[in-house]
């Protein structure tokens, strides 16, 4: 019997872009999630206007945020940053549960530029020695939790498939996948989009004697010593979500409920209701007006300009928030 949100695939009303789609495949103990983001990442990486490197990492970043960041099943974040000592030192990409992102880059110019010069733009290259960081924050009067692995991949996927393998109880597999697409509006005009796309597939056997136990941290065994990656299914499933093209992952053509069934259909894919997700950042005059406060009248003082103003700028969404320095000053 299907679940109540299940959906049956060929019918009206697919998800479209920026709506993350929960799936499973019982024939294969195999659940997971899968994305197309459009006018959300394009609004977020059209912001900052990075150079094409930096926004391939940081849509990446944002769709495997993204993924992961709708399975909470609290009203808190998840944050996935990466800190490496390459020419992209720094990526932070925030889900606020249920449904808003934000995001940004770091990078240092003279140091991109050379890297792009030299041929060195694959994400190892870019990003350099150094980690990559899960954190989940469940508001006040909680401990927040972080996983952190070394930058140890060739690409952010590979990276990410150790942290699952090192730091995660359920055999895990993820592909990331970003374009660029240039074609005309409805006005004839040229125009510039991006687009990314991603599925993260994961192994939940429910027969007893597949359950997989916690042998050792981020090890393969079951209960009698056997490797999960072993296991058929799973082997099966890994296979089918590996020979997904980058390409499939994010055209508008094939969307993310005919990918799903092109892969999984002999296997009875199912499909539940899709989770939009949004381009919107928590700032506020009224936090940032509080973390000035904190300040000295000396430190106020010496970051005011010629008129008394300070100008302070949100990294994440480029709003800049003004106030007066008496506004802030202590009392």
């Known amino acids: 019997m299907m679940a109540e949100n299940a959906l049956k695939l060929g019918e009206p009303g697919f998800a479209g872009d920026d709506h993350v789609l929960p799936f499973q495949v019982e024939g294969l103990d195999v659940r997971g999630r899968a994305v197309q983001l459009g ?62 992102v934000r995001a940004y880059a770091r990078f240092d110019e003279a140091a991109l530029e050379a890297a792009v010069a030299e041929g060195r733009t694959e994400p190892h290259e870019l990003l350099g020695k150094g980690i990559l960081a899960f954190t989940i924050d469940q ?28 730091s995660e109880q359920i055999p895990t597999k993820v592909r990331l996948g970003v374009a660029e697409l240039y074609d005309r509006d409805e006005a004839g005009k040229a125009r510039h989009r991006w687009r990314a796309g991603g599925m993260v597939a994961q192994f939940l056997p429910q027969s007893p004697e597949r359950m997989r136990q916690a042998d050792l941290p981020g090890g393969d065994g079951d209960e009698a010593g056997h490797k999960i990656d072993d296991d058929d299914n799973w082997a099966e499933a890994k296979t089918m979500v590996e020979t997904i093209d980058a390409d499939e992952l994010t055209d508008p053509n094939v969307g993310t409920e005919r990918l799903l069934y092109r892969l999984f259909h002999e296997r009875g894919v199912r499909v539940y209701q899709p989770q939009q997700v949004f381009d919107r950042c928590s700032c506020s005059r009224e936090k940032l007006k509080g973390v000035l406060a904190g300040l000295s009248a000396e430190e106020i003082a010496h970051t005011a300009d010629d008129k008394g103003e300070i100008a302070v700028t949100c990294e994440f969404c480029s709003t800049t928030y003004r106030f007066e320095a008496a506004e802030v000053l202590p009392q």
Request: aromatic fraction near 6%; charge should be negative; hydrophobic fraction near 40%.
């Open 139 to 166: 508001g006040a009067h909680t401990q927040r939790y972080q996983g952190i692995v070394p930058l140890d991949g060739h690409t952010l996927e590979e990276i990410a498939g150790v942290y699952f393998r090192q």
């Open 39 to 100: 006018p959300m990442l394009d609004g977020i990486l059209g912001r900052h206007d990075y150079p094409a490197p930096v926004a391939r990492l940081l849509a990446e970043a944002i769709t495997l945020t993204v993924l992961l960041g709708t399975s909470l099943k609290f009203e808190g974040k998840l944050i996935v940053q990466t800190k490496g000592d390459g020419p992209v030192d720094l990526l932070v990409a925030d889900f606020a549960a249920p449904e808003n």
